[in-house]
């Protein structure tokens, strides 16, 4: 994970979310803590799994 996480998050308090197969992380931010999902360097979700496409018969 080290190896792709973008710079910057800290990985130390990195978990697998399991509702969404994601990697999330706790920032402390100057005003409140929160937890992000961990991206890449490319900018995308660090992920077990994929998410399903939508269904084209449910969007419009």
Request: charged share 25%; proline share 8%; hydrophobic share 30%.
């Amino acid at each position: 994970m080290r190896a792709i996480a973008a710079p910057g998050q800290d990985l130390s308090t990195a978990y697998l979310r399991s509702s969404d197969g994601c990697y999330w992380y706790r920032y402390d931010g100057p005003v409140e803590t929160t937890d992000l999902p961990l991206r890449s360097t490319g900018g995308a979700l660090i992920c077990t799994r994929r998410e399903k496409p939508a269904d084209p018969a449910t969007t419009s």
